[in-house]
Structures are given as C-alpha cells and as structure tokens.
C-alpha cells in the first residue's frame, strides 16, 4: 500500500514539474497579452513625439493621467499613467471614454522634457522600476527604459537601461533606422569626480557609450526633441602643466547619438596617469566654438585641446560662452569678451547649426569673420524670447517674455532693437509675466498660447502675434480685431511642473487642475472646433466663455429663501450630471430618520433641479447639447466645456463622485447603532474576548465531560488484581467431554 502511495506521489510531482516548466517556457521573454486592432502605421507621419501624447496612423496615443512612481506598477495592474490609445475618429465624435490600453504600466518621468515617443511600430517610453533589492524593496525610485508594440504586445520583461535618478534629462531618437537613448547624468560620481555626463544607448546592439566626460551645461533642440544633436561646453585644463582655464575662457562642442570613438588625445607626459582608474578627458563631439585668446601673464595657453589657429594669430581676447537655446536649427548663446580694458555684457548671438558642422568651419576665427559674428543683442534680463522665422526657416524676429507682458520684436539689420519703440519692439499684452506653452497655426494666424499666474497651475491664454503695433495698442472694436486681444479659454487649468498641455485638431489636451479635479490629474479635453469644424476664433471662445460664466452666475441667483438648499445641489448636477441621487438620498433619510420627503428640497426647489438637469424652463439657455461620450450633453454641465480623456480607475471614479456628494450635498443617513454599536472601541473588543473566552469554556466542557464520566463509571466496576497464577501443567489426558463427576459423555464413550 505504502509503495503504491509513493508511486502517486512521485507522478504527481513530475507532473507538476513538467507543467512548470511548460509554463516558464510559454512565458518567454515578453509580457503575454491580446494584441489590440491593427493600426495604420505603414507610412503615418509621426505628430507630436515627446510630449504627453502622440498622433499616429489612426490613433492618438497617451498618458493617461500623471500617476505617482511610488504607485503599484505591476504590469497589467495600472491604469492612471498608462498609455492608452484613441482613434482619431473617437477623438472628433467625443467618444472620449472608447480608449484601449496600449501599455499597462505607469508612464512616468521626473524630467518632463520629453515624454513618449512612437518610432517605427514601437512606443518607447519610461517607467518606475519593479526590481527588488536585498531588503525585499521595490526600487521605484529608479527609472527604467523600455518599449512595447503599437498593438499592446512585445513588452519585455527585461529593460534597456535603468538610472537611478528618475529626473534624467533624456531623448529618444532615431539614426539611420536606429534608435538611441541620449540621456545626461548630473552630479554622477564618474573615476572619483561628481560631473555630469552625457551618455547614449544604441537599442540594437545594447551598447552603450559615453560621450563627454565631465561636462559644463548642455542643450537638446527645444523645437525637435527627436534631433540626435546636443550641443555642451568643456572647460580646458593642460593637465601637463596643471594649468586650468575656466576663469578665462569655454568651449562648445557638439555631438550626436551615433557618435562612438573618442577623440584621442596624449596624457604620455602626465604624471601618474591611469586611463583605467582616471582618463582626465572623454569627448566624444566636435569642437565648433573655442574661446581660446590671448591670456595676460600667461604664456604657452594652447593645449591639445583648442582648435587650429590655420597660421593666423591669437585672438587678443578670449571667450566665455553660456548656452541660451538650439532650436530650429540655431543654436543660441551669450558670449563674455574677457579684456581688462573693456570687458563686455553678455551679448547674445545664433549660429545655424549647418555652419558649426561644415568642413569649412574654424572653431577660433570663423565666428569672428563677416558673416559668421551673428550679434543679435544685448542680452534681456529676466526674459524668456521665443524666436520667430520667416517662410526659408531664416531667424525674422522674436517675442519676449517680460516681467511686464509679451513684447513683439522684428530683426533690423540683423539684429533685435534693445529697447520698445512703437515700431519694431512693441507690447502684445501688458498682463505680467508669461509662461509659454506652446505656438500654433490656425485659420491663416500664428498664434501664441502662454499661462499667466492664477489658476491651479498653468492657465491658458492665447493671443495672435503677426499683427502690427496698431492692432494690439490701438482701439479695436468688433470681432475683426478679436484675435489681437489676450484671451483666456474658459477656466482650464493644467498640472504644472508635468508636460505642457497639447493641440490636436482644434482640441486641448491638459492634465486636469480644474475645479473638484485638482486631487486627479488625469488627462482632460477641451473641444475649440467651431460649428464649421474650424478653430474658434477669439471672438468665438470669449462667446463660449460668456455662457460658461453665465451658469456659475445664473446659479448664484437662486434664491435660495425659496429653493432653500438649491444652489448646492445645481452645482453637483453640473459636475456630475445625474438627478438620481437626490432622489435616493431624500428617500434613504424618509427610511431612516422618518423625515418627510420634501425635508431639503421642496417640490418647487425639486421641480427647478429637474428643469436644470433637462435645461428648461429658467436654464433653456443653455438647451444646446454635445454628444460627449455617447450621451448628449447640455450647456449647463462641465462635460459640454471639457472632460476627462480616457478613463479614471476605479478607486478615482468612486472618490470623485464622493467628493462632489460630500461638497454639495446632505450627508447619506446612518441607521440607528445597535446596543453593540453604541459600546465604546473598549467595550466592543472586551465583550468580544469575554464570548471567545466562554465560548472556549463551553467547547472545553463539551469535550471533558463524556471523558470525565467514562472514567468515574469505569471505577464503579470490579476491580482484578494483577497478576494472577496460571497452572501450566500438561492437561492432555483431561477428559474434555467428562461431566463433573468424571464419567464420559455418550459421544466419548462410542
């Protein structure tokens, strides 16, 4: 029997075993999930890659919602910060809930620079690791590296990369059919020294190289995040002599993504020098800008690391050179003239990129040759310019960003005028200082949309920018001039210190700071397209706007003498957009408390919440719908004006709709407590122990009793002392069958 047990058991495990490892094998080395519908990818163009979301073929993909790294990532788990996808065509009927999950992890970056990026038929994009270290911790404060395919499949369980710093600065680009993860390591302990470092990654081949050592400050393009380019300045040492320059003069050098070998360079005549333990000096790039000049009291100042002077002199001054900005195709910066006899202000100066990478550029002197010492002017304290070009992509002017207002300035002979002078420099806006967020096109305007302070977070504010100076400070009447005018877009309010809020087809895209929103975050739409299916213009959202404050201003006039309780309840009927709960609340309170049905709102106060919900009566005005998520919305409820794009988790959705239950409305009645409800913590938990503790007495007796009057009869019987004498004598001539006066029985005796 024994044996046979053990020959069950044995089956058993090897079944187990081998279903195991079917199951380890089946698992390969990507996450198993359903692929989604194809999307038309073959030959989409890519809009917007590097924010919170981007367009491709069919679909806009995006994060959906900012979800905190310290939040469960389990793949599968997670929908606030996942990236989902909604087809274009749901995107302009307002299905905005009809949404799929592309990726189920949290999207998530300290660094909002850059955000998601779609290259061929993959995503790639970052997320909070889900490693453990020694103590069992999930490292979630470290940032991994990863892709997944357009259609929801291909996710790896492995990563490419993974840095502790979840702020990194980072970009994903493509050379040649190749992607690269470019990314700068700050306050990075590299042989010894705390620097920064600029890296890149090759996703084909996994390696990984270092491409400057020990950096001053950097610039990715601003106006391409996909450009393989970065541009950074060096300081000079001659490590021969021990003779350090940064006092007196930089350099920038650039390099791309692709870059692999080192420059070479000869430390022979260095004293006590280890390439392995501290190689001095990385750079991968290639010097554009040297500020190499002569040094008083200094003789011998070129080292191996300056440019070719080509036979000419030393510059009599050296260079200092702060980087300002590289976008389209320029590439901005301050340059300080060091000259005991005339030190300069740090003027400001654009070089194209083209002419930095030419063969027939010289680091040292061809920035000082006509038509290369591109001055644009003295640098604006305190400003932030957005560059403005013309049609041939050539620098025409800028807008500045002062503490004042938005100044509008056009290039004279090159340059940009130092000071407003109702011509070539004027003001936009006199509102303060602006945020930018982002430049569009619409309906033949260049447009600028900015954040001024205010709001939860960034506001949106937009304002045409190609007009003249009469248009902005002259006045203007009617909606002709409308678009010259600042004008808000309703109360939209989106994260700041997230991505910037984002424009597709004539819809904003925000991550939620509006009101009864701030505590979500989840991404929010805001539809701009007009009944023509164009653009409002200005005058059109100062219109839209107009009806939106008209609710909060027609709500404020309820008399609330006579629709006592009203007000409150109008506005959770604009949030929420339901009547039902009123209903089952003032039933719930009939049920427990006996209060009369009408005890908060009368029937005329109950008649006007209905004529609100249905927009008749006093609230016809606002009769006009939207169908919005399959339901037709009307004027009087936020989802007319924006909503949430995607879908809230459940947890989200429920502690939203109890948020604007509490603010708003009567508190849900409790029933009566029970005589054990109304004990104390104490008493409960006293009352409990003392059942646990009889009802083990009770158990106990149960089981003692029968044991205890089994034994007590079991004395009550005869007693036999032990070890009684037993005859062991030979019997076997006793007659068995004698009666007991020895005489056999019949049957013996035959």
């Known amino acids: 029997m024994r044996k046979f047990i053990t020959k069950i058991i044995c089956f058993a495990a090897a079944v187990i075993v081998a279903l195991g490892i079917f199951l380890i094998s089946a698992c390969g080395p990507n996450y198993s999930v359903k692929p989604l519908s194809p999307d038309n990818i073959s030959d989409a163009e890519v809009i917007s890659n590097g924010g919170f979301a981007v367009e491709k073929g069919d679909y806009i993909y995006f994060i959906n919602g900012r979800e905190n790294y310290t939040a469960d990532n389990t793949f599968g788990n997670v929908v606030k910060g996942a990236v989902m996808r909604i087809s274009k065509e749901n995107f302009a009927n307002r299905n905005y809930s009809a949404v799929d999950t592309v990726v189920p992890l949290i999207a998530y970056s300290g660094n909002v620079n850059a955000g998601i990026f779609i290259y061929g038929e993959y995503i790639y994009y970052t997320t909070p690791s889900t490693d453990k270290n020694s103590d069992g911790e999930i490292q979630n404060s470290h940032l991994t590296f990863r892709r997944t395919r357009l259609d929801g499949t291909g996710t790896s369980k492995n990563y490419y990369i993974q840095l502790a710093d979840n702020t990194v600065d980072y970009r994903y680009v493509e050379v040649d059919g190749v992607v690269y993860i470019m990314y700068v390591a700050t306050n990075e302990n590299l042989y010894g020294t705390s620097c920064t470092n600029i890296y890149s990654y090759n996703t084909e081949t996994g390696a990984k190289t270092l491409l400057a050592y020990n950096v001053g400050s950097y610039l990715f393009d601003s106006s391409d995040v996909e450009n393989p380019r970065i541009f950074y300045t060096m300081t000079v040492t001659d490590f021969k002599t021990g003779t ?3 006092d007196y003069y930089n350099q920038i050098y650039t390099v791309t993504a692709d870059a692999t070998e080192p420059n070479e360079y000869d430390f022979s005549e260095v004293a006590d020098y280890d390439a392995d333990e501290d190689p001095l000096y990385i750079n991968c790039g290639d010097l554009v800008l040297d500020g190499v000049g002569f ?3 200094i003789t011998e100042s070129l080292t191996q690391f300056n440019g070719s002077l080509n036979g000419e002199a030393l510059r009599r001054v050296s260079y200092t050179y702060t980087l300002s900005s590289y976008e389209n195709g320029y590439l901005y910066f301050t340059r300080y003239k060091h000259l005991t006899s005339e030190n300069s202000s740090q003027e400001l100066y654009s070089i194209s990129d083209k002419d930095l990478t030419s063969a027939s550029w010289n680091p040292i002197s061809s920035q000082d040759k006509d038509g290369h010492e591109n001055y644009i002017t003295v640098n604006d304290a ?11 992509g050539e620098l025409s002017g800028a807008l500045i960003l002062s503490s004042i207002g938005i100044e509008k300035a056009t290039l004279v002979d090159g340059k940009i005028p130092e000071s407003v002078n109702n011509d070539t420099r004027f003001y936009l806006t006199t509102d303060g200082q602006a945020t930018l967020l982002f430049t569009a096109e619409h309906n033949g305007h260049n447009y600028i949309y900015y954040s001024l302070t205010g709001g939860n977070g960034y506001t949106v504010y937009r304002i045409c920018y190609d007009g003249g100076y009469g248009d902005y400070n002259g006045l203007p009447t009617g909606n002709e001039n409308s678009e010259y005018l600042s004008t808000r877009i309703l109360d939209v309010d989106s994260l700041s210190g997230w991505y910037l809020p984002e424009m597709f087809d004539n819809q904003l895209l925000f991550i939620a700071q509006t009101e009864n929103m701030t505590s ?19 005058a059109e959202i100062e219109e839209l706007n107009e009806l939106y404050d008209g609710i909060a201003e027609d709500i404020a006039d309820v008399d609330e003498t006579v629709y006592e309780n009203l007000q409150a309840a109008l506005w959770y009927a604009f949030f929420a957009d339901e009547n039902e709960y009123i209903y089952e609340l003032s039933q719930a309170y009939v049920d427990v408390k006996n209060y009369d049905f009408n005890h908060f709102w009368s029937e005329e106060s109950l008649a006007k919440y209905e004529d609100f919900i249905a927009a008749e009566g006093d609230w016809e005005e606002y009769a006009d719908t939207k169908k919005v998520n399959g339901k037709d919305v009307t004027a ?9 794009l995607g879908v809230m988790n459940a947890d989200d959705a429920e502690g939203y709709t109890d948020n604007l239950k509490t603010l708003y409305l009567q508190a849900y009645p409790e029933t009566e407590p029970t005589w054990f409800e109304s004990l104390s913590k104490g008493e409960q938990a006293g009352f409990i122990i003392g059942i646990v503790l009889g009802g083990l007495i009770i158990i106990a007796a149960a089981v003692l009793t029968p044991i205890l009057v089994k034994r007590y009869k079991k004395k009550k019987m005869p007693q036999y002392k032990k070890g009684i004498k037993v005859d062991t004598t ?14 056999s029985s019949d049957k013996n005796k035959e």
């Open 636 to 644: 009087n409820k936020r989802d007319y004006y924006y909503t949430v």
């Open 295 to 297: 040094i008083q009291n």
């Open 730 to 743: 030979d019997d076997r001539n006793i007659d068995v069958y004698a009666d007991e006066y020895g005489e």
């Open 520 to 538: 979500y975050e989840y991404a929010m739409v805001c539809n701009l397209n007009n009944e023509e299916g164009k653009m409002m213009s200005n």
């Open 244 to 246: 350090a320059y940064s």
């Open 382 to 392: 305190g400003s932030t310019k957005v560059y403005l070009y013309d049609n041939n």
